[in-house]
């Protein structure tokens, strides 16, 4: 029995703080986590299937042009090649976060370096792969491909762009204004498990173990790719490890593996090389920002404007949302943004960590710090001058907003010193040292998801969606979101996850995981316990129910009479969407040392300051938080795709070369988690974390490099050669 | 990966016989050739393996030095005791390189035989003079922010990119070579070629010679630095680095021995740098003369222009440091 919650009102009843079980919220370990440390939690590869035959992608070495011949005979005498696979239905680029279409298909067409062009599928991965670079592929090469975002006329995102009164007078007028351009290099998910698929053949059944993080979107992808009924294909993702937005869509391997195991009549495997998923799933877009600030000779702001150019392959809808947050973070009454989209020959562009904000907010952020400075008042003070009542462009209220909150107790726990500010103040043997500032934003995703509850005669209960867990504890949540609403313990819980054949969620991705499958979970627990209340005779509000008992002593096995009782949670965001402006936001606090003769930047110290609604486990989200802070880190310092000018091939195409931060780059992170129950944004009053963490932080290192040493960069990331260009002697 | 032969040489005359075979390479931690041989930029028929040849241990010499075997570990010889208190420089630049995995199965010898780290060096789908002679260098108009200021060629502008070996040339310690020729000794800073027109040649080694250790001379004492620059604090190589033995008496430069990295094809060592320092007392401007000797020819390629400043800032930085410590 499914029951079907559309939610059009805030929900402030707060249902789930009158459990009392008393387990939501609390610090548990990831249930999973046991079984990954100790390798035998499998990942999309490491399933044994019977005589499973191995394929490697062949990816082309043109720009531009067409194959006009792929010499099958040249590898097929290799020892143990068995086939070689061109079909028309291949994919040849990733498919964007809920596309729920087939990415582009036909390998024929070349329309950037390194895409797939064939699958080469042999007895061994070492025989496929040497084979895959074997093969004798012949082009038609088109010259000129565009490779320079700056040097083609780019494409206008319209329904991003926002003029609001006359923002060019109101910087002319302005007592303080700000006219700065940033840019940010691309970056690479740089998941740890490379993207790969199992796929099996049951007459004209298929069974695909793979690594992806939205199912529902994904079987309908995969579906599309092949030509098929989505009824006659299961996906199967238990664990993965890692996603960052690079497995919200079907990758190549994906299509692959299918076609090539029903073409040679056997379950194939493909997987991705480390250097092929950095060169054919998705990068993020490179930006080039320009904000405009106009304030008050105290601060205010008049005028907002951000305009942004990303850039993407001819044929993809996504565009970097860079100015997702700057819609409505600040006020000012004059507001021009604008998103305009350069069509280049490199890889496909798509969502990585925080598609957005993750780039866009350490510009808008290090603009405020510039301005700060001219206006000179303290940049935590200039922040919160300038939270808007309501969101400045709609006629909208906020559904909550903890900037403020955030600011404060962040400074607090910092030790924020608000005195007078100026750069090169400390100095300790070759280290300047400084600190710096951010506010934090990303906005509130959620979605439509169901999964089944079942209170299982015994006393214990089972969850049942294909929601994914990518690393951030969905698993246990959900354990202790059934647990407080049934009053059991988290371990009398089974979760089970990533089967299309269970209920379907919105799966990970755009920090929407847990509020939108929690609330699902939340309404088939809630109907369970109308059920049970019944049974008691009292009414669901007067129920009370822990380790496994009512209050009044009567034990769950009991009530359920042997009989097991199964709902399934359907929840729907409805008008609720349309009312609000909902989002997460925070504060980031940096302390860093800059060495005066090299350049080089080292974080000392830093603290986040987050609000998102009800916290579910307060480990699994400061572990969310201290990951988005790590990856900050990256932003601000290290992280660049480096892509060649005469191909637009991606030269760093692996760990050793693209520079995450490493563990000592990362110092002690302190977490502050600022809790509140946000009634609009989910029934259980939950918004997204895990991108939060990331959106902003790389501004507060850029402002305490400009606070340590007085380079004031405006490129990130701020590498030793950028930041000695910038120094002052 | 193409299909290889893999054989345990039993001894070194026949690690020798096998090698000297076109298309044999010796794996010693295999931590670099394994990489480069996934990638097809490495395609050896057979590997001889060359860890059971007993020229794994560090040992003391007659004269008071430290003889490093080949097939040591980089661990093993960076914790070594004696490395330790007698050659910190050592120490410190090989714990400055990689990271604690990789350094446990990477070898001596294979450290000094490591390959560049150029992006189309490893892509076997760009050009590359190096890898295919003859096709063209794709880094000298292309992304060339780790490659070479000094030494380059118009060839080749490739890095070496080893720490370890920086740290060697500053000490002055020499290699030992094993081969059906018999046994030589080559001193460190010449066992690295300059690219010149055959980039491919990176090293003395002829077909057939295995390197069966490292010896350094007795140690020196003095102040013993290993700066090595970099956008991430490990895992990352060299953007530039510096080794430095230095001592001053009376005030003044009694020796300075230095040595740089991420330069060049080679460790860089310019013998006219040290001079320029000797008999005389600190200061900044006798820094700045010995980082416009070292640097007179140098160039850049665009991307790794920065590279010139950044030399003569850490140059600087490793200087005071030393001085402040020496004095
Ligand atoms: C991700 C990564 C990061 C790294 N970072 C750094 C760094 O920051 N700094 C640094 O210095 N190094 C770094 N390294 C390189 C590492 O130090 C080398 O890979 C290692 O030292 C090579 O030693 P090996 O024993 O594994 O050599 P192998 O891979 O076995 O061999 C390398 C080459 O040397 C030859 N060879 C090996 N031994 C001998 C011998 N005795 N005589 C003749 N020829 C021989 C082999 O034939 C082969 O051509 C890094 C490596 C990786 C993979
Ligand atoms: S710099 Fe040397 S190694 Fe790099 S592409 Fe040019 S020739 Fe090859």
Redesign the pocket.
């Known amino acids: 029995m499914t029951v079907h919650f559309k939610q059009d009102e805030p929900d402030n009843s707060n249902r789930l703080d009158g459990m009392k079980q008393g387990v939501l919220g609390k610090p548990l370990p990831r249930i999973e986590g046991l079984a990954k440390v100790t390798g035998t939690a499998p990942y999309a590869a490491e399933y044994h299937i019977d005589d499973c035959a191995e394929g490697v992608l062949v990816t082309s070495t043109i720009t531009r042009g067409e194959v006009t011949s792929v010499d099958r005979a040249s590898v097929l005498s290799m020892p143990g090649v068995i086939a070689v696979v061109d079909d028309e239905k291949l994919c040849t680029r990733a498919a964007q976060g809920t596309a729920n279409e087939a990415p582009m298909q036909g390998p024929g067409q070349v329309c950037y370096w390194g895409q797939p062009i064939a699958l080469v599928v042999a007895e061994t991965f070492e025989q496929a792969r040497d084979a895959a670079k074997h093969l004798k592929v012949e082009y038609r090469e088109e010259n000129g491909a565009a490779l320079d975002p700056n040097a083609v006329e780019p494409e206008e995102q319209e329904d991003e762009t926002v003029h609001q009164g006359d923002l060019a007078h109101a910087m002319a007028k302005a007592a303080h204004s700000v006219d700065v351009t940033y840019t940010t290099k691309g970056h690479a998910s740089a998941a740890m498990e490379p993207h790969a698929a199992i796929a099996q053949w049951d007459g004209d059944k298929l069974t695909v173990h793979a690594s992806l993080q939205m199912l529902n979107y994904n079987i309908t992808e995969l579906a599309d790719a092949l030509d098929m009924e989505e009824e006659n294909i299961r996906l199967i993702s238990r664990f993965v490890g890692g996603g960052f937005g690079s497995k919200l869509g079907i990758s190549e391997e994906v299509v692959a593996a299918a076609l090539a195991a029903k073409q040679i009549g056997r379950p194939v495997r493909v997987v991705q090389s480390r250097q092929q998923v950095f060169q054919t799933v998705m990068r993020r877009s490179e930006t080039t920002q320009r904000l405009r600030l106009a304030a008050d000779s105290d601060g205010k702001l008049t005028g907002f404007g951000h305009e942004a150019l990303v850039s993407n392959l001819p044929g993809e809808s996504f565009a970097e949302p860079v100015l997702q947050s700057s819609h409505f973070l600040y006020g000012g009454e004059n507001r021009e943004l604008m998103l305009k989209v350069a069509r280049i020959h490199r890889m496909t562009a798509g969502s990585v960590r925080a598609p957005g904000e993750a780039v866009g907010m350490p510009a808008l952020e290090g603009a405020m710090d510039v301005l700060a400075e001219k206006v000179g008042i303290d940049p935590v003070e200039l922040r919160l001058r300038n939270i808007p009542e309501q969101d400045p462009e709609e006629d909208l209220p906020f559904s909550s907003h903890k900037l403020a909150d955030c600011l404060k107790q962040g400074a607090e726990a910092f030790g924020w010193d608000n005195g007078p500010r100026k750069p090169r103040q400390r100095r300790e043997g070759e280290w300047w040292i400084g600190t710096g500032m951010a506010s934090a934003a990303r906005v509130h995703n959620i979605a439509e998801a169901k999964a089944r509850v079942t209170l299982k005669a015994d006393g214990t209960a089972l969850v049942e969606t294909d929601m994914t867990d990518i690393g951030t504890g969905t698993y246990t949540i959900l354990a202790q979101i059934a647990g407080e609403m049934l009053g059991l313990d988290p371990e009398q819980v089974l979760v089970e996850l990533g089967d299309t054949r269970h209920p379907r969620g919105p799966g990970s991705g755009g920090s929407w995981g847990a509020a939108s499958i929690g609330s699902a979970v939340y309404v088939a627990c809630k109907v369970i316990r109308e059920e049970l209340a019944k049974k008691v005779g009292i009414s669901e509000e007067e129920l009370e129910l822990s380790e496994g008992k009512t209050a009044t002593g009567e034990s769950l096995t009991d009530l359920l009479e042997g009989n097991d009782l199964a709902r399934e949670g359907h929840y729907e965001p409805g008008d609720i969407e349309d009312d609000y402006t909902a989002s997460g936001f925070g504060a980031f606090f940096a302390e860093v040392r800059v060495n005066h003769y090299t350049g080089e930047t080292r974080v000392e110290r830093m603290l986040g300051a987050f609000g998102f609604g009800r916290v579910l486990n307060a480990k699994t989200a400061r572990s969310q938080c201290i990951g988005g802070i790590t990856w900050s880190i990256g932003v601000a310092l290290t992280e660049a795709l480096e892509f060649d000018p005469r191909d637009g091939h991606l030269v760093n195409c692996d760990?050793?070369e693209y520079h995450v931060p490493v563990h000592r780059d990362v110092p002690d992170l302190e977490v502050v988690l600022v809790e509140e129950r946000d009634g609009a944004a989910s029934p259980i009053q939950a918004k997204g974390i895990g991108e939060l963490g990331m959106c902003g932080g790389a501004a507060a290192i850029a402002n305490a490099i400009y606070n340590a040493c007085g380079a004031r960069l405006y490129d990130y990331p701020m590498t030793p050669d950028r930041v000695l260009a910038a120094m002052p002697d | 990966m193409r299909p290889f032969q893999y054989t345990r040489a039993p001894s070194l005359a026949e690690a020798s016989d096998m090698?000297a075979g076109e298309d044999t390479?010796?794996?010693?931690?295999?931590?670099?050739?394994?990489?480069l041989m996934k990638l097809q930029v490495?395609t050896p028929g057979q590997l001889a393996d060359?860890n059971r040849l007993g020229?794994a241990d560090v040992e003391d010499t007659d004269d008071g030095g430290l003889r490093l075997g080949?097939?040591a570990?980089?661990t093993e010889t960076a914790v070594h005791q004696r490395v330790r208190a007698d050659y910190p420089v050592l120490s410190r630049?090989?714990l400055?390189?990689?990271?604690q995995q990789?350094?446990n199965?990477?070898?001596?010898?294979?450290?000094?035989?490591?390959?560049t780290r150029c992006f189309y060096f490893t892509n076997i789908d760009q050009p590359c003079n190096k890898r295919e002679p003859g096709t063209g260098c794709g880094a000298i108009d292309g992304i060339a922010k780790l490659h070479a200021v000094l030494g380059t060629s118009d060839q080749c502008i490739a890095t070496y990119?080893?720490?370890?070996?920086v740290a060697l040339s500053a000490l002055g310690a020499t290699v030992q070579i094993s081969g059906d020729k018999g046994e030589r000794s080559v001193p460190v800073r010449d066992f690295h070629l300059l690219p010149g027109d055959t980039p491919w040649i990176e090293n003395v080694?002829e077909a057939g010679?295995?390197?069966?250790g490292i010896t350094l001379p007795p140690p020196v004492g003095g102040t013993q630095i290993y700066r090595?620059v970099r956008e991430r604090s490990s895992?990352?190589?060299?953007l530039v680095s510096v080794a430095a033995i230095v001592e001053l008496k009376d005030g003044k430069f009694s020796r300075a021995d230095l040595a740089f990295g991420g330069l060049a094809h080679k460790p860089w060592h310019d013998p006219r740098v040290g001079e320029a320092l000797l008999g005389q007392p600190p200061s900044d401007a006798l820094f700045d003369k010995a980082a416009n000797i070292l640097l007179e020819d140098a160039r850049g390629f665009g991307e790794n222009d920065f590279k010139i400043p950044l030399t003569r800032r850490t140059l600087h930085a490793v200087l005071v440091q030393a001085t402040e410590k020496a004095a």
């Open positions: 760990l050793a | 090698t390479l010796a794996i010693a931690g295999g931590t670099n050739l394994l990489d490495e060359i020229i080949a097939l570990t980089n630049a090989i400055a390189g990689a990271t990789l350094r199965k990477a070898t001596n010898g294979g450290n000094l035989c490591q390959r990119p080893g720490d370890m070996a080694l010679e295995i390197i069966t090595k895992y990352a190589f060299a």
